[in-house]
């Protein structure tokens, strides 16, 4: 499995308590849900994961390749 990047997300409450039912009625954690979420609504913008997915999984190994 690909690693995760982690970052802060401040969210409105009502959109917090929408995506916890939502993951909820899903069985699914918060963050599998909101990642979820953001899939679809790339999907429907038609913007492609895979091809961005890749350039930054190469970034990143490239970055940890130079550190020591």
Same mark, same amino acid.
């Given at each position: 499995?690909?690693?995760?990047? *982690?970052?802060?997300?401040?969210?409105?409450?009502?959109?917090?308590? *929408?995506?916890?039912?939502?993951?909820?009625?899903?069985?699914?954690?918060?963050?599998?849900?909101?990642?979820? *979420?953001?899939?679809?609504?790339?999907?429907?913008?038609?913007?492609?994961?895979?091809?961005? *997915?890749?350039?930054?999984?190469?970034?990143?190994?490239?970055?940890?390749?130079?550190?020591?």
């Amino acid at each position: 499995m690909a690693e995760r990047k *982690a970052f802060l997300l401040r969210l409105n409450p009502a959109v917090h308590f *929408a995506m916890e039912r939502w993951a909820k009625d899903d069985l699914r954690s918060l963050n599998a849900q909101i990642e979820f *979420a953001l899939r679809l609504a790339m999907e429907k913008v038609g913007r492609k994961l895979g091809e961005e *997915a890749d350039a930054a999984s190469s970034i990143l190994e490239s970055t940890k390749e130079k550190m020591p």
